[in-house]
Every structure is written in structure tokens, then in C-alpha cells.
């Protein structure tokens, strides 16, 4: 046992809204690494939390007229709700509000200024409130915003500590791209040339400007800036510098730290260079994912955002097909590294396709035969044929592939390797006609054996689906007649486990097929309802909060806007464009006599929203044909943020003709 350790984190979330799929996405991935790593017999510590500090939990608590704590504690509840209902066996669960974490951070502060890498300052640079980040001007994009959010930053001037991180920078350099830290290494170049060559600059590491947060001990007007807080808390978790814990010589450094790309630099750069300041060994491995975005109907990504009404609910999506399939979607969509898009009819069709018709069918197949032609017991009699070996080869190679793949945190590529066992056993029963071997007496012995290999396939591909499936996978066991001590780590490198002549159970259908178009029909109302109510929950200001312009285009002169001539129009007449989805063709009195203009706003406007009112058209566009159809300038639209078009209605009273400048 010795040397069998095991410590894996996912990042501590914000209690500043409720969950959603992508926070089950890294605690999902990394609930399913640490069973992996438990049935293989390690001693494991799987770690979350919540992030509780910060000016931004101190603003939304403030808005709803509640303390700071009571507005964590409410979220955190449903933080803990959803873990337990997604079957997240957490070892430990950290909040940075809990005493022993915030007197290990007051105290990891107070050693790092007395080793002098902590020092007194003055903090001017550009400060971005959201991402609660400060980011020096060469960091900032190309429209002078944060680099992170793309949202404008503020100026901000205080007293403040700084952290010297020059002195780490060759050490984190050798560590991004000499070590195997950081998975996918091919983020490694990207982070030094960003961060590392233009000189690594001392991080600002105390504010004053709020109050909610943890007091630095020697100087109380200063909190400790959240990021400090919160990347201590993998080893105040432990016990580091408190006494509510004694694990922390067990389990440090840890195996794996998983979060996705929008926090990588904090853990690929400062904590590094705060535990090489504390004189601490280096985690091993830093696993970065992409974000799940949301794919809209109008096909692009988006990225989730409460305000948006587009955040997937894990709850209502577990309720629908069951956490154990919501589960499978996730980890199997996302590669590391990549992004990935969810979107229902993905899911669904995941579902039916793997689930229902590949493993599903695999399983109920195997058992109703056993039950059909021996009564649910199998005699003891055998004989070998064609194929078994080809199907033993696989199913015996299987373990060590999907190790390989859990050891480097390549879920989607696990349970590739394993659903490619589920497809090599479907197809041996296409190979073998275990039917036809059911009609003819003298074949018992053959169809005895097909059935007995398709189990132990059955067996092995379950014991190795447990650590992402938890639910589903003691019912497959149940049904093919395996003990306990038979599905286990040790045995699914083994064929020939179950006792010859085992007794399957016939039982219920583990994952039932969906009907896709009903599915969709019902999940696209309940999204458009949820869109609907978070746009009229939120204030203008919040809607614009939230909202990332587009870039600027290139500046022109005044000469430049004077060449496009915008007019006010009445729209008399307007129909949809035959054949086309997307176009309505308008009459309009332009003040110039009329004309006739082809818009592609069908999706979002029926001709009878239009008619009567007035609208702005770029008067002087040249005429072109769409879809066959003449037309003779533009309406004026803006973009959505759901990525839809709204017609930019002027004041009726205008006349038409009236130019716009
Ligand atoms: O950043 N796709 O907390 P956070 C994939 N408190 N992953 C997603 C996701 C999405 N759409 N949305 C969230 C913080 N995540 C800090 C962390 S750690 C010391 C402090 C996951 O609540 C992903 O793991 O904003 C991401 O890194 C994390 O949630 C950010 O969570």
C-alpha cells in the first residue's frame, strides 16, 4: 500500500449564482478519477469547495439586503445538493470562510511577508471588478479591456502589499515547458510568452477597497486579495498551518489540480510561485479543459451566462434522462484542452446511440438469452468457436488502455476505449447468431460459451464504466449474475471470473431510447421560457453587464459616414420571401416614392410586426438580389446577445425620408 496516494481538486467555485453543467463538468471528471483511483486500491483525497470571499459577493449579498455570509451560505447549500445528487464522493469539502482556512491564510501571509517576498506598496493600474483582477496596461486587450472578460477596467489607486514574483520566474518557466505540469503542454508557450518574457510583475496582494474578506493580521485595514485566499486552500484543506487537519505530509503535492482555461494562469504561474515561496513541493499536474458553451439554435456558441437563461441545469437535465447518463454526456463530449458545445440533440442522440443501443442493448440482449435458452442459468458445458478469441484480446487489453488514459486525464479518450469494447461485443453476437445456436439442440455447448463470453465482456466494460456511472452499474451486475468480489479493479484483468454456470436476473432497462423530436420540442420551451424570464429579471444596466460587444471596426473619417445615407421608411407591406426561411421582403414609403427591401430577419419577425411601423434603412446601398428577389437597401438591426436581430425602431412621428446622421 505503500507510496498508494492520491490527491486530486477541482477549483474551489464562487457561491455568486447556482451551479451549472460546466461546474459539474470538472467535478464530474474529477469524481470519476478519484473513484477510478479508490477502486484501484489508492488512498485517495478528492477535495472541492467554495470560494466565499470577495467585492463581489459583498456587492450581490449588498443588493439583496443580506449579510455577505447568509448569501454564501444560501448558495453553498445548493452547491451541496447538487453534488450529492450528481453522486460527487468528495473526501472534503472546503469553504474560505471556515475559521481554520482563514487563520491558515492570515498566517501563510504573515511568513511570506516575513520572508520578504510579501512587501508594502502602491497599487495605480487598471482594475476589473468582475474578474476581481488587476491587470497592468500591456496585459489589457485590444479595445483596452480586460483580457479575461473583454469588459471595460477601471483605474485604481491604493496602499497595498505586492508579492515578488520575479524571483520565480525561471523556475515556473522550466516547470511549463521542461516538466509535464501542465496538460496540454501546448497551452505552456502561450503562457510564457504572455505572462513570463515581457518580465514577470509583482502581484498586488492586499485590498482596502472592501471589506469582505480575510483581514491581513499586521495591518487590518487590508483584506488578503481573493486569488491568495483561495489557491491556499489546497493545502490549508490538508491542515496546513491549522490544526483541523493532520493529512497534509500524507497527501501533498497534490496529483492532479483539473479547472478549465479561464483560470489556468492562476494556477500555471501564482500558485506555483507562492508554494516555491513557502518552500512547498509542486503539485504534479495542472489539467486545463475548455469551457462547455452553449449551442444556440441559430448554431453558435455561446458562453453560459445566467442572464443569457441559456445555463444547462443539471437538475432538470438529471430528472429527464438520469445522473448517470448526464454524466456520461459530459465526460465523453469534453477533451482536455478543447471546447466543446452542448447542445440537447448531441446529448440525446449520445445517449441513445452509446447507451441505449450500444452498452444498453449489449446488456439486455445477453441476459434475455440466457434466460430464454437456459432458464437464466448456464450449463457448464463448452465449446470454443470462431471469434471469441478476437473478442477476448480486446476486452482483456481493455484495463490497461483505460489506466493510460485516467493517469494522463483523458476521460473522453477512456471511455472511447471502452465503448469500442461495447461495439466489438455487439458485433460478436452478430458473428455468432446465438438465435440460430438456440434452435439446434446440438449446439447448446457453442451458444453456452457465447453467452458466458458476452457476460465476461459485460463484466469487465461495467466494472471499468463504475467510476463515471456509480448508479447504474451494481444494477448491470445484478443482472448478470456478478458478486461483488467479482466486479472489482483486480478481476476486469481477468476473463473467465464468473462461475460457468452463473444465473443472470433479467431486470429493467438501464437507459431507455428518447424520443428525440418530442424531447427537443419540450427542452427548446423550457429554455426559451428560462431566456425569457432572466431578461426580464435583470435590469438594463445588468443586461449590459453581462453583454461582450463585438470588436470595433477599423475608425473612419466623418467624410467616410457621410457616403452612407440612413433614412427613416414606413413599412406599408411585408410577406415572407417563398422558399426562404430566413427572408421577408418589405414595402416601404421611403419618402422618395417607395421601394422595395428584402431583410433576413423572418426567424425573429412575422410580417405582421412590421407593418405600419417605421424603420431605419441604409438608403444608398447598391441593389442586389436575394434569393432571386431585388433589394434596394437595408434595415437597420442590432445583434442579440442570444445572437438574434432587433430592428431598430425610430420615433413614429418622424416622416419618411428623414436622414439619419
Ligand atoms: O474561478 N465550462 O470559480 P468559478 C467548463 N473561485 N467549466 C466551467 C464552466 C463552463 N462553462 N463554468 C465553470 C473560480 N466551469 C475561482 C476558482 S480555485 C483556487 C478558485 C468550471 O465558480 C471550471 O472548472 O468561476 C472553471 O475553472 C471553474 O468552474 C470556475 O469556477
Redesign the pocket.
Known sequence: MENKKFYIT???????GD?????C???VACDSIARYKRMQGYDVMFLTG??EHGQKIEEKAKERGITPQAYVDGIVEIFKKLWSYMNISYDRYIRTTDDYHVEAVQKIFKDLYDKGYIYKGKYTGKYCTPCESFWTESQLDENGCCPECHRPVVEAEEEAYFFKMAPFAERIEKLLLETDYLRPKYRAQELVNNFIKPGLEDLCVSRTSFKWGIPVTFDEKHVVY??ID?????ITALGYDNGTYDDFDKFWPADVH???????R??AII?PAMLMALDLPLPKHLAV??????QSKTGEAQ??SKSLGNVVDPFMLGERYGVDAIRYHILRE?ALGA??A?SNEIMINRINSDLANGFGNLVSRTVAMADKYFSGTLPEEREEGEFDASLKEIVLSLRDRVDACIDETRLKNALEDIFTAVDRANKYIDETEPWKLGKDETKKARLASVLYNLLEAVRVISTLLSPFMPTTMPKVWEQIGAAADEATYENAGKFGVLPANVTVHKGEILFPRIDMEKEIDELNAIIEKNMAEAKSKLSDAEKGSEFTPSALEEEISIDDFGKCDLRVALVKSCEKVKKSKKLLCLQLDDGFGGRQVVSGIAEWYKPEDLIGKKVIIVANLKPAKLCGVESQGMICAADTPDGAASVIFPDQSLPCGSKIR
Not at 10 to 16: A, H, L, N, Q, V
Not at 230 to 234: C, D, E, G, T, V
Open positions: 477541482t477549483p474551489i467555485y464562487y457561491p455568486s451551479p451549472h453543467i460546466g461546474h463538468y470538472t467535478t467554495t470560494d481573493v486569488w483561495a489557491l491556499s486552500n489546497y483539473m479547472v478549465a482555461k479561464d483560470i489556468m492562476f494556477h500558485w479543459h475548455g469551457w462547455i458553451t452553449f458562453k453560459m469534453m471546447d466543446s452542448f
